[in-house]
């Protein structure tokens, strides 16, 4: 596994292997979005023996209108902090680095009557939900909220935060013409479809500063008639590069976290492979990846350079550090 085993040094995350433990939503928060034990207990038994490189936490909404779950964890005010302090100092005492997945559900919420929003009054693939059409000062206001989170992300002591736009929630929404048929700035062209994400990116990082790390998972593929395709990825990947992204992480648009078109181990890796030559940038590929020979096989392709494991971490404990020590696995 020499690989997966080896470091990963970019200019502001270091990282001592290529395991990543990807966002998976527990639904263990306080109906409040509060950290609670559980979730700390959760976090602490993933991370122990600090064999993961990197643990990307579960999607946390950034205002109560993009909230997807009764129990999803929240970033969206200052007093959450203080329990999302004792999460990072939980993974770091494992030995691991933390970053925090930040997200907005648009019309895949469930958030209590608040309203359903999106790009457009279309139905969302999957929820089959029609919202309302965001305005600008909407827009905005999701802008800002996106900013403010990165940034109680940073002062609870991540060492990184990731921008969700992938498996058809918000940012996603914009992304894919499914879900975006706008006709002022946010619409038609891909590079006015990526508008707001450029306009977040940029907010967050005159907050965070040039030297913290910022991830963006990106749905870059729908694998649907009308929906968005690689050539989309990659353009869309070259654009969040150039304007301040250090890492993509690579998954599933309106088609969720699974690629409809194969379930070989990496199953994204039509995408990572189409985007690597165009950024410089570290890439992460999740999708399907249940042993350690599977991931070195897909790094020594080229296919990525950081491997997700999602199912396997999920189910066992223990995978992270047989896989990195090599110790029979099975």
């Not at 921008?163 to 914009?174: K, P, T, V």
């Not at 006709?183 to 508008?195: A, H, K, P």
């Not at 991830?215 to 150039?242: I, N, P, W």
Request: one cysteine or more.
């Amino acid at each position: 596994m020499d690989i997966l085993q080896s470091p990963l040094n970019t200019l502001k995350l270091k990282l001592h292997n290529r395991l990543v433990m990807p966002p998976m939503l527990t639904a263990k928060a306080s109906e409040e979005g509060f950290v609670t034990d559980a979730i700390i207990q959760y976090y602490d038994k993933k991370s122990e023996g600090g064999c993961i490189g990197l643990v990307i936490t579960e999607h946390c909404y950034i205002m109560p209108q993009g909230k997807t779950n009764p129990f999803q964890l929240s970033v969206a005010d200052d007093c959450m902090v203080n329990g999302w302090k004792q999460l990072a100092d939980v993974i770091h005492k494992n030995g691991s680095k933390a970053a925090m997945e930040i997200s907005h559900a648009g019309s895949a919420a469930e958030n209590e009557g608040l309203g359903l929003v999106g790009p457009s009054a279309l139905p969302h693939p999957q929820k089959r939900k029609v919202p309302k059409a965001l305005t600008q000062a909407q827009i905005d206001e999701i802008v800002e909220a996106f900013r403010l989170a990165a940034g109680r992300v940073k002062a609870a002591g991540f060492d990184a935060v990731e921008i969700h736009s992938a498996h058809g929630y918000l940012l996603n929404q914009f992304y894919s013409p499914l879900t975006n048929q706008r006709t002022d700035q946010y619409g038609g062209s891909l590079e006015n479809r990526i508008r707001i994400h450029m306009d977040i990116i940029r907010e967050i990082r005159r907050t965070v500063g040039e030297d913290y790390p910022l991830l963006l998972r990106l749905g870059g593929c729908d694998y649907m008639k009308g929906g968005s395709t690689l050539s989309d990825g990659v353009q869309a990947a070259v654009a969040f590069e150039k304007v301040g992204v250090d890492i993509l992480d690579i998954s599933g648009g309106h088609c969720g976290f699974n690629n409809p078109l194969s379930n070989e181990p990496g199953y994204f890796s039509d995408m990572t492979l189409a985007v690597k030559p165009h950024v410089a940038v570290p890439v992460i590929l999740t999708g399907g990846i249940t042993t350690p020979e599977q991931a070195e096989a897909l790094l020594e392709k080229g296919a990525a350079d950081l491997i997700g494991v999602g199912r396997g971490l999920l189910r066992d404990n223990g995978w992270a550090c047989r896989a990195v020590k090599a110790e029979g696995y099975v």
